[in-house]
């Protein structure tokens, strides 16, 4: 079993500051890509911001700039330090993980999401 718990959603107003934490745990052999993902209402899930397993990060192109995504290997933790954010930034926010259980297996897993509302 394997699980992934985000936690500092809630309600900001536009150009203030946010930051969002996920912890895996369970049984972790290794994890490949860990980062959030977000979902706005009547819109399709997008990748916000992703740490690879080599440490290299790849950003939205609408939140690059804003958005800093850190990650802890040795903690199983992904952050994302959310900054000047905007109205369009209101959506459930998702942590994603690619998580090894044995050496050859390995499969995608989901937090159950955190809501960011930003006010104007």
């Known amino acids: 079993q394997v699980h992934l718990v985000e936690s500092g959603g809630g309600l900001v107003q536009a150009g203030e500051s946010l930051r969002l934490s996920c912890a895996a745990s369970?049984?972790?052999?290794?994890?490949?890509?860990m980062g959030w993902y977000y979902q706005a209402s009547g819109k399709q899930r997008e990748l916000v911001a992703t740490?690879?397993?080599?440490?290299?990060?790849e950003y939205a192109d609408s939140v690059k700039g804003r958005f800093t995504v850190s990650r802890d290997f040795a903690k199983n933790t992904v952050d994302l330090q959310m900054s000047t954010v905007e109205p369009e930034d209101t959506a459930t926010y998702y942590c994603?993980?690619?998580?090894?259980?044995?050496?050859?297996?390995?499969?995608?897993?989901w937090g159950k999401g955190t809501l960011v509302t930003v006010s104007s």
């Open positions: 994603r993980a690619f998580i090894y259980t044995s050496p050859s297996y390995g499969q995608a897993y």
């Open positions: 369970g049984n972790i052999y290794r994890i490949d890509n």
């Open positions: 740490v690879r397993d080599n440490g290299s990060t």
